[in-house]
C-alpha cells in the first residue's frame, strides 16, 4: 500500500512538473514576443520619424521633383490637399502644388512636429504628425500655418512609399 501511495505521489509531483515546464515555457514566450513587439515598435518610430523629417525637408526645396521620391506613382492614387481638395495620381499631385503653390514661393519651410505616431501593419503604416508650414510668397507676403498630416505608406522592396496621405488646415476657432 505505501508503495503504491509513493508510486501516486511520485506521478502527481511528475504531473505537476510537467505543468510547471509548460507554464515558464508559454511565459518565456510571451516575454519574447513583447520584447520583439517592442522592439519593432522603436524601429518603426525610428524609421518612419527618418521618412518624415526627410519628407519635409523635400517638399522644404520648393520643387516638387524632391518629394517625388517618396511617393507611389499608381494612378489610381488620391492625395488630399489643402488646396484644391484632391489629386488623382501622382503627375496631377506633382504638378497642381508645384503651380498652386511652390511656384509662387519665394521660400517655403515645412516642419514635422514631435508628436509622430507611427501604426504598422504588415507592409502598410500610418503617419500622423502635426506639421508647421512658413511661406514667403514672391509679393514679400509670410504665411505660417499648422497643419495636420496623415501619410499612409507601404513597403515596396526595400523601400516605403506614401500611397495616400492627407493635409488639412484646422478650423479657425470661434
Not at 49 to 78: H, I, M, Q
Request: glycine share 6%; hydrophobic share 45%.
Amino acid at each position: 500500500m505505501a508503495a503504491s501511495m509513493g508510486r501516486a505521489v511520485h506521478n502527481n509531483a511528475e504531473r505537476w512538473r510537467w505543468v510547471l515546464y509548460v507554464v515558464l515555457a508559454i511565459a518565456g514566450a510571451l516575454l519574447t514576443f513583447v520584447g520583439a513587439r517592442a522592439q519593432q515598435k522603436a524601429t518603426d518610430d525610428a524609421t518612419f520619424r527618418k521618412l518624415v523629417d526627410n519628407f519635409c525637408a523635400a517638399w522644404s526645396t520648393g520643387n516638387a521633383e524632391a518629394p517625388a521620391k517618396f511617393y507611389a506613382k499608381d494612378s489610381g492614387l488620391v492625395f488630399y490637399d489643402v488646396a484644391p481638395f484632391a489629386y488623382h495620381g501622382w503627375k496631377e499631385f506633382h504638378d497642381g502644388v508645384q503651380k498652386e503653390f511652390l511656384d509662387n514661393a519665394s521660400e517655403i519651410k515645412l516642419t514635422a512636429g514631435k508628436d509622430l505616431r507611427v501604426t504598422r501593419r504588415g507592409m502598410i503604416a500610418w503617419t500622423i504628425v502635426p506639421m508647421h508650414l512658413m511661406e514667403k510668397s514672391k509679393n514679400g507676403k509670410t504665411t505660417e500655418m499648422d497643419l495636420r498630416y496623415t501619410g499612409i505608406w507601404e513597403k515596396r522592396g526595400a523601400s516605403w512609399v506614401l500611397v495616400h496621405d492627407h493635409l488639412s488646415v484646422p478650423a479657425a476657432e470661434n
